[in-house]
C-alpha cells in the first residue's frame, strides 16, 4: 500500500450479519472494497474519503450486549457525495428501499447562515442508517 494513500482518523467499523451481502449493498451506493480478509470475514471499504470497515458478526471481547436488529439504533451515518441522485437511483435499482425520500434541506450552521445539501436516507441490510447527501453550498437565512 502507498504512504500517501488517505486514510480516515476515525472509521466506524460495524458488526454485520453476512459480509457478502453487506457489500453487495454498499457497491450499489458506489463503495469500494479497499481490501478484504476472510477469516474473520471482513472489509475496509471506501467511497470517497469516507471509510467504513464491515465485519461478519461473531464473538468478540468489545461486544457491550446482544446485537438486536435492527442495528445502529440511534445513530446515521452521513456519506457526502458528488451525485447524490445518481446514487440514490442506483440504490433503488439495486433493490433497497429508501427510509427517507431525496429532498433539499438547509440547515441553519451559525447567526444567520443556512448550508445545504440534497440527501436520502437508506437502512442496509443490518437496519444500519445512512444518509447520502451532496453539499450545495451556504446562503444567508431569510427567515
Known sequence: MAKDEYWNPLVPELTVAQLDESLRFY????????????????????????QLMLEQEAQHRWEVGTLDRPLGRGVNFQVEVD????????????GYKLFAELEENWYPTEPGVREGQREFLVQDPDGYLLRFAQYLGSREQTD
Open 27 to 50: 457497491a450499489a451506493a458506489g463503495f469500494s472494497v479497499r481490501f478484504r480478509r476472510e477469516d474473520p470475514p471482513f472489509a475496509y471499504i471506501e467511497l470517497g474519503d469516507a
Open 83 to 94: 451525485d447524490v441522485e445518481t446514487t440514490c437511483s442506483s440504490v433503488q435499482r439495486a
